[in-house]
């Protein structure tokens, strides 16, 4: 059985401070996602990983994949407060040509104190 | 209105009742998707759809019915509701490197 787990589950930031968000997996694959869901409302995309060694960033945020680790890290930059929200990684394990079959993590609820 | 949209948002509805959530997408994307989430669970795959006509089971699909007749179309029956299909149900679409949500249904069977 497939296994995604986050680490941490909950994460209590200050503004300013770094830190980085964990995805493991049990299963090979090489294409994870990253998402931000905020209370109330829809997942949103960050972050679409699609090989060994990608990286990617966007403004406080990078993500990076490793496949031969089945490890992928979402770090965070400078936190502030608008960082605050739900993330969660997602592996893909549909296989050979077919795409989206994807298995979440719990979920790491981040809030960014001042 | 481009995207992926679900009906009704919000549902009460009580036990042993026969429910169907509604998905649309306006992409034509081949692959479409169903998932619950709970708390403590994540998102749950409950069914998945390749293509109009082809369906598969996901991670967690007792009580649940498909169909797919359509391709913009991937409604979600629940046949008897019970409690424990009270939860948030989420449609995807996917094109080859991204996943999209529809905003959600809150389900809540009494």
């Known amino acids: 059985e497939l296994k995604v787990e986050q680490n941490p589950l909950f994460l209590s930031m200050q503004e300013g401070k770094n830190y980085t968000i964990y995805c493991n997996y049990s299963?090979?694959?090489?294409?994870l996602y990253w998402y931000r869901q905020d209370p109330g409302k829809s997942l949103e995309s960050l972050f679409v990983l699609l090989s060994n060694g990608a990286v990617k960033q966007e403004g406080r945020l990078m993500a990076s994949l490793d496949t031969k680790a089945r490890l992928s890290t979402l770090h965070i930059t400078a936190a502030v407060h608008d960082l605050s929200a739900t993330y969660f990684c997602?592996?893909?394990?549909?296989?050979?040509?077919?795409?989206?079959?994807?298995?979440f993590g719990q979920g790491t609820i981040l809030t960014v104190h001042p | 209105d481009a995207g992926i949209t679900q009906s009704p948002r919000y549902k009460i509805t009580e036990t042993g009742r026969q429910v169907t959530l509604m998905c649309h997408q306006t992409?034509?994307?081949?692959?479409m998707f169903w998932y619950r989430q709970d708390l403590g669970h994540g998102l749950r795959l409950i069914y998945y759809s390749a293509a109009a006509d082809i369906t598969d089971k996901g991670e967690v699909p007792d009580g649940y019915v498909v169909s797919r007749s359509k391709t913009e179309n991937f409604p979600l029956t629940l046949e008897s509701a019970t409690r424990s299909q009270t939860s948030v149900y989420f449609c995807?679409?996917?094109?080859?490197?991204?996943?999209?949500f529809g905003p959600g249904t809150r389900l809540t069977v009494t």
């Open positions: 997602a592996v893909d394990i549909s296989g050979g040509t077919s795409y989206g079959k994807l298995t």
């Open positions: 992409w034509s994307h081949s692959y």
């Open positions: 995807a679409s996917s094109s080859v490197h991204e996943q999209y």
């Open positions: 299963t090979t694959s090489d294409r």
